[in-house]
């Protein structure tokens, strides 16, 4: 079992920079990649960026220049730096970790960009 907490959302004004954290505990052992989705108002849930242990990032083309993931092994931690937000990337965002069995979810974090 795996357990997955997402920190770090809020209230930024356009062109702002937040970061997000998530923090996966439990058989951390059986995480093979980790990533980030989200979901605004109205809309389904949307793949945001994913980092495997081993190999590249991805990140979907709306956020790419933007946004940046990132993972310390150590603290057994996840980021997702954004920056230059636009009102646009207003949603929930997911952190979620996979492992052979299964993906494991937080409950997200809400960010909000607005004026």
């Known amino acids: 079992q795996v357990l997955v907490v997402e920190s770090g959302g809020g209230l930024v004004q356009p062109g702002g920079s937040l970061r997000l954290s998530c923090v996966a505990s439990g058989n951390i052992f059986s995480i093979y990649a980790m990533g980030w989705y989200r979901q605004a108002p109205g809309n389904q849930r949307e793949w945001v960026a994913s980092i495997p242990n081993i190999g590249d990032t991805h990140y979907t083309d709306s956020v790419k220049g933007r946004f940046t993931i990132s993972r310390d092994s150590a603290k057994n931690t996840a980021y997702l730096q954004m920056n230059s937000l636009k009102p646009e990337d207003t949603a929930i965002y997911f952190c979620?970790?996979?492992?052979?069995?299964?993906?494991?979810w937080g409950q997200g974090t809400l960010v909000t960009v607005s004026s």
């Open positions: 979620n970790a996979d492992s052979l069995k299964r993906t494991y």
